[in-house]
């Protein structure tokens, strides 16, 4: 758990969510390393 909000530069915490195009969860910590990652999160669309 993170002691405040992050500042630009700071590594994101890791999440874990369920898979939207395949069975199981996808985490975060399965991209770190491979460059940029874009985490869009849309309420309502299920």
């Known amino acids: ?3 405040g909000p992050l500042r630009p530069g ?3 915490p890791n999440f874990t ?3 939207v195009n395949r069975e199981g969860h996808v985490s975060l910590d399965d991209y770190r390393g491979r460059g940029a990652v ?3 999160l849309f ?3 299920h």
Do not use: I, K
């Open 1 to 3: 758990m993170t002691s």
């Open 10 to 12: 700071d590594p994101a």
């Open 17 to 19: 969510l369920p898979a």
């Open 38 to 40: 874009l985490v869009g």
């Open 43 to 45: 309420r309502g669309l």
